[in-house]
């Protein structure tokens, strides 16, 4: 019974030394894909083709808030001196420009979210390419993303994906 128990130690030894060094030779990445998604020059070049995008509309929908604002102060300020039929079609008046502001205002958020969204997902695919097409050339045995709590900078390759991110654009 002790020769066995012994054995089994022996063997337990045996696969622990030699997994710790097979473990040696594999090549372990890590990216941090929110970094590049968020500082990444390719990060800023959707948020400018987006503002450029949205723009003209994002100035409409100022106008037609400060149109509503100009509206409602005179309603506030000449509403005592109006007859009653001028303050019942002021007062609808208002209303209306109210809820077209406010669809208006859902529809731009609505269109900029799904554009958004669509940059987004045309960005990830692009840093999956490129974390792909590194870990091959690199030849990573293990690449890992999402969920790492800490990892060295020996191991981090967030410079280097990005890096080829840049020449996948072009």
């Not at 037609?64 to 609808?92: C, F, P, Q, T």
Request: charged letters at 35%.
């Amino acid at each position: 019974m002790k020769l066995v128990k012994k054995f089994v130690v022996l063997l337990v030894l045996t696969f622990v030394v030699t997994g710790v060094s097979q473990a040696a030779d594999i090549k372990i990445g890590v990216v941090n894909v929110a970094k590049i998604l968020k500082t990444g020059p390719e990060a800023g070049k959707v948020s400018m083709a987006l503002e450029k995008e949205f723009s003209a509309r994002k100035r409409r929908l100022l106008a037609s808030s400060k149109e509503y604002r100009k509206l409602e102060e005179k309603a506030v300020k000449d509403g005592a001196l109006m007859s009653e039929a001028e303050g019942v079609k002021l007062k609808r008046k208002l209303v209306e420009k109210s809820r077209e502001l406010k669809r208006n205002q859902e529809e731009f958020r609505e269109d900029l979210t799904i554009r958004n969204n669509e940059e987004l997902a045309k960005l990830q695919r692009l840093v999956v390419e490129a974390i792909t097409s590194l870990s091959e050339s690199e030849k990573f045995d293990l690449v890992l993303v999402d969920g790492v709590i800490f990892a060295s900078e020996s191991v981090d390759i967030t410079d280097k994906v990005q890096a080829r991110l840049s020449t996948l654009k072009k």
